[in-house]
């Protein structure tokens, strides 16, 4: 059984773009030879094929002659269900270990490697059309920096969570953070690169797994990020929710959220840049990494990328940073009152320091300036623990984590956080970054 469904986008001056949403069910009879490596063929058959997905049809450029259009590009524009069962010799393939994964994970690769960017080109005017091909339009910098109340999958001890990322759905493609043992909280500070095609229909998938070992691992929950909301060239930082299912978010349930740091650059658009905080200042050093263009590095060598410039380039600085004072803390004693002080550390360099513990407040002034030298600041986590302190030890009423990206970019700012782990305290913090770009030998 087959439906289509027709509609006309708006495009370019110079195409027509259309449309097809296609629902078919069939039973078609489709065989595979697999041949495995100790020499046996197996005869796979792929029955019961169920497909949604909308097509997409491109007639560009327009022209004067008949049939009025150059080229023709056909591609998947998008994948909405694909279902099918795997058969070998009337009996169900699931039953060999290894093999039904396997089989279907070639068949998904193949229908992604037919899917939007991807296009095919139809020449049907002479003329040169090699500009209407896939090609990278930009690169998207993902940090991983943490999560937190990430759902228990383990019924002793904790889950042990590990996140997926990807632009594309391709093996090549998918990106796998380390494994945090026994945490439903954990601090990843990852980086990450993803070649970007099409920044207006592209997103960031991100799929956070509990680590089982020997045994396939169990999702958690999973969440998107559509790349046209980022403005290029200025970093956004985001607590991404989890959910069970992207198509299907009827799901209530609280699985944990993912934070995030996002920066889209295309590629060679320097002269497009600006930072977020001043429009009318150039390029600060950090996005010079970015596209090329950072004092004392050779930008004109075309076969050094982006990726290798930034290699190539240490973030080094002091970081200053002001505990201001804190907001509406949760009592923890007796009288209804705290004795709260804030623990700061460098995740990276393990530099700690600590404010004065001030006795009987929920709304602590302490008005505390640290300093950090910090060698690699891209790579660097800001982590602000506050606690109660009690006769016997502490207690943690909660914490902030941070990059130092924001302070790089502006130079000085002044901002309130939240803590998590309460309901609605918050830290005033005010920090400055005072750098010294050394390039690697």
Request: aromatic share 8%; glycine share 6%; charged share 30%.
């Amino acid at each position: 059984m087959l439906k289509i469904g027709v509609s006309i986008i708006e495009g370019e001056s110079d195409e027509i773009i259309m449309e097809l949403e296609m629902q078919w069910d069939g039973n078609p009879n489709i065989v595979l030879d697999i041949k495995t490596r100790v020499g046996v063929q197996l005869p796979i058959q792929v029955k019961n094929i169920r497909f949604t997905g909308v097509f997409r049809i491109i007639f560009k450029p327009l022209v004067d002659v008949f049939p009025c259009f150059g080229a023709l590009c056909y591609s998947l524009r998008e994948k909405k269900n694909l279902d099918f069962k795997l058969k070998v010799g009337g009996g169900d393939v699931s039953t060999i270990p290894g093999v039904s994964d396997a089989i279907e994970e070639m068949i998904r690769d193949a229908v992604e490697d037919f899917t939007w960017p991807v296009r095919k080109i139809i020449p049907i005017l002479p003329g040169d059309y090699s500009y209407l091909e896939l090609k990278q339009v930009g690169t998207l910098v993902v940090k991983l920096i943490e999560a937190k109340e990430l759902t228990n999958k383990d019924i002793i001890g904790k889950s042990d969570p590990f996140v997926e990322l990807f632009v594309r759905p391709l093996r090549d493609r998918i990106k796998t953070s380390k494994t945090i043992n026994n945490q439903t909280n954990p601090i990843w500070n990852e980086h990450f690169e993803f070649v970007v095609e099409d920044v207006s229909t592209q997103h960031l998938t991100i799929r956070a797994h509990d680590d089982e070992g020997i045994q396939a691992s169990e999702l958690i929950g999973c969440a998107q990020v559509p790349l046209s909301e980022l403005k290029a060239g200025k970093v956004k930082d985001v607590w991404l929710k989890l959910v069970k299912d992207l198509q299907i978010q009827r799901d209530q349930k609280n699985r944990g959220q993912v934070h995030l740091e996002l920066l889209y650059y295309p590629l060679n658009a320097e002269s497009e840049f600006y930072t977020q905080f001043d429009p009318d200042y150039r390029l600060t050093t950090m996005e010079k990494i970015f596209i090329h263009n950072i004092d004392g590095v050779d930008s004109s060598d075309p076969a050094k990328s982006a990726s290798e410039m930034k290699k190539d380039v240490i973030i080094r600085g002091v970081l200053s940073v002001t505990v201001i004072s804190a907001e509406n803390l949760p009592a923890t004693d007796l009288i209804g009152k705290s004795d709260p002080f804030v623990e700061l550390t460098m995740k990276k360099s393990e530099q700690k320091d600590k404010t004065r513990v001030l006795n009987d407040t929920l709304n602590p002034v302490w008005n505390q300036t640290f300093e950090f030298v910090v060698e690699d600041g891209l790579h660097e986590l800001l982590i602000l623990e506050v606690y109660d302190h009690d006769i016997f030890g502490k207690d943690k009423i909660g914490r902030c984590i941070m990059t130092l990206t924001k302070a790089i970019l502006e130079g000085e700012y002044k901002d309130t956080f939240p803590i998590d782990g309460t309901e609605a305290s918050k830290l005033n913090l005010q920090l400055k970054w005072t750098p010294q770009t050394i390039i690697r030998d």
